[in-house]
């Protein structure tokens, strides 16, 4: 909105007829910038939320469909260990498909992949000795007490594969897992990965799907230090 002047013909001085209206006409300005700069946030987001559950219906996709082939080792990947040292229903369920994988000659070893809790559990302990009492000779089962998370049991298969000339890999996990545990294992040069999953489903897997979409891309561009 323009501003009316008007001469005053003894001085010559311009008078503003409105000073008031020029200042709501800013304001006026800078709220439509505000709400302007508002909606492209909001629409930013929603794309952002678009394509993270695009990718999470992927993830999910990609691990249900997934199916184990022969194999030169199967990677249990750890999870919580009870206080007696037994393995959690989700952690034996893991474990269950790496017993019918070891049972049915898909893979004639085992590593088992975890940390040490808080509390003292040694994950891969836990998961050893559970094998052990199903039938799997000690001798074929391998611990790694030191697979803190995926990518550090990736690092450390990869390690023992190259050390024993083991090129096939299994990795047995939870559906949503299996996508990023596969991309650790390619990272580290394993080139031959498939993959199982025990059907034991928790209402904590939407989260756990969720959670997934930035941690693989997050792996797809990490370095190992």
Known sequence: MG????AHSNNGKKDSLCDGFCGVDKASNHTH?????TLMFISILKWIAGLWLL???VVVSVGLLSKPQEADIAIVYGNEVHADGSPSGRLSARLDEALHCYVSGICPEIMVSGGVEKQGADEALAMKNYLVAKGVPRDRIVMD????NTWDTARNASAYMNAHNLHRALVISQYFHIPRATIALKRFGVEHVSSMYPE????RDFYSVIREAPAILWYCV???A
């Open 145 to 148: 007490n030191l697979g803190l």
């Open 3 to 6: 501003c009316l002047v008007r």
């Open 222 to 224: 990490r370095r190992d």
């Open 33 to 37: 910038d505000f709400l302007h700069i």
């Open 200 to 203: 034991f489903f928790e209402i």
């Open 55 to 57: 990718m999470s219906l």
